[in-house]
């Protein structure tokens, strides 16, 4: 997630937080799907990918580590050449908690939940 879209994020909580009575909540899901993304939430109804926000803890990161070695004798072969995962994309199963935004129109993953 940007800065400046985190920022909005954040504005859009105080203002909810202010103006209705509803508010924010924390809620807790599961993923019934992972593509399209969806969620049920606390057993009672469905969120699915318009719904959603999800922050970096949620979203799938990979790095590269290839690399080559030069030496005086010369080069050597290409080595770690596959991507490796540092945080999974979710996955059908896993609990996540919710933050309820935007009079419940909205929903931001925060994490998923171990366990």
């Known amino acids: ?19 209705r009575e509803q ?5 807790y899901g599961t993923v ?6 969806q969620i049920k939430v606390d057993n009672r109804f469905y969120l ?26 010369g080069t050597t072969d290409a080595a770690l050449e596959s991507d490796i995962t540092i945080i999974e994309a979710l996955s059908v199963s896993e609990k996540v908690m919710l933050l309820r935004i935007e009079d419940g129109q909205r929903f931001v993953i925060l994490d998923r939940l171990g366990g």
């Open 1 to 19: 997630m940007s800065a400046n879209r985190f920022i909005d994020l954040i504005k859009t909580i105080e203002k909810d937080s202010r103006s």
């Open 23 to 27: 508010g924010f909540a924390i809620m």
């Open 32 to 37: 019934v799907s992972a593509d399209p993304l």
């Open 48 to 73: 699915d990918e318009e719904s959603l926000i999800l922050t970096t803890n949620v979203i799938e990161k990979k790095i590269s580590l290839s690399h080559t070695h030069t030496y005086a004798s």
